[in-house]
């Protein structure tokens, strides 16, 4: 199975194309051009890998939280081109970007917004809670009651680092296993089923996105 995946909510715009379960060629740029550049980024993996467009399966996008504009456009992009080509879209949260190819019993993941905002989500089997928001504030709302033992992180910037020492908390730290975001959507997306319509596949902003005031 050939997939083509984007992101463009975790700090950065990605592409990457999987090839049975494999990561073939993968691509990540900072800044507003390499959001401009999206297709031709996207052409130039279809040419590394020798592939056209119908040569591909489908397709998978990170759909957030994380970054407003970034997710907004690679949302786009992705929706754009599954419409042209013809192909099912398969829509990742940052949160499972952040933690694939890992496997946790309790873990908060942590996926930064805007400047002092993260998102974040607890799992501890079946319990899932999510929140948004000042970190501190945030923790406050989805971590439960102190348990006893380590908490594994992942995706923590120093701050919530810092908020999670004086909560008394024994914590363990990782980084993603698989870079960039788009690679990891690539090969999660291979595993998922694709939803009936590409109307399905909507952003998860997690947060509003900041309002600016302006007076005339």
Same mark, same amino acid.
């Given at each position: 199975?050939?997939?083509?995946?984007?992101?463009? @909510?975790?700090?950065?715009?990605?592409?990457?194309? &999987?090839?049975?379960?494999?990561?073939?060629?993968?691509?990540?740029?900072?800044?507003?051009?390499?959001?401009?550049?999206?297709?031709?980024?996207?052409?130039?993996? %279809?040419?590394?890998?020798?592939?056209?467009? /119908?040569?591909?399966?489908?397709?998978? *996008?990170? !759909?957030?939280?994380?970054?407003?504009?970034?997710?907004? !456009? &690679? =949302?786009?992009?992705?929706?754009?081109?599954?419409?042209?080509?013809?192909?099912?879209?398969?829509?990742?949260?940052? $949160?499972?970007?952040?933690? $694939?190819?890992?496997?946790?019993? +309790?873990?908060?993941?942590?996926?930064?917004?805007?400047?002092? *905002?993260?998102? &974040?989500?607890?799992?501890?089997?079946?319990? =899932?809670? /999510?929140?948004?928001?000042? @970190?501190?504030?945030?923790?406050?709302?989805?971590?439960? #009651?102190? +348990?006893?033992?380590? %908490?594994?992180?992942?995706?923590?910037?120093?701050?919530?680092?810092?908020?999670?020492?004086?909560? &008394?908390? !024994?914590?363990?730290?990782?980084?993603? %296993?698989?870079?960039? @975001?788009?690679? @990891?959507?690539?090969?999660?997306?291979?595993?998922?089923? #694709?939803? /009936?319509? %590409?109307?399905?596949? /909507?952003?998860?902003?997690?947060?509003?996105?900041?309002?600016?005031?302006?007076?005339?």
């Amino acid at each position: 199975m050939n997939v083509l995946a984007l992101d463009g @909510a975790l700090g950065a715009f990605s592409a990457a194309i &999987a090839s049975d379960g494999e990561v073939a060629h993968s691509r990540s740029e900072t800044g507003n051009v390499a959001l401009e550049r999206g297709l031709a980024i996207v052409r130039s993996l %279809l040419d590394a890998s020798r592939l056209t467009p /119908r040569d591909l399966d489908r397709l998978a *996008v990170g !759909i957030g939280p994380g970054g407003f504009t970034g997710l907004r !456009i &690679a =949302i786009t992009y992705a929706k754009t081109l599954a419409q042209a080509w013809e192909r099912p879209l398969v829509p990742v949260s940052s $949160f499972d970007l952040l933690e $694939f190819g890992r496997q946790f019993e +309790r873990v908060l993941t942590i996926v930064v917004g805007r400047p002092g *905002v993260v998102s &974040a989500r607890y799992r501890c089997g079946e319990e =899932i809670r /999510r929140g948004s928001g000042e @970190a501190g504030e945030v923790l406050g709302a989805v971590l439960p #009651p102190h +348990r006893e033992g380590t %908490l594994d992180v992942v995706g923590a910037p120093k701050d919530v680092l810092r908020a999670l020492a004086e909560r &008394a908390l !024994i914590v363990r730290t990782f980084e993603p %296993l698989v870079t960039p @975001a788009a690679a @990891a959507a690539a090969l999660a997306g291979a595993l998922r089923t #694709p939803p /009936r319509s %590409l109307h399905e596949v /909507r952003a998860d902003y997690g947060e509003l996105p900041a309002v600016k005031r302006t007076t005339t």
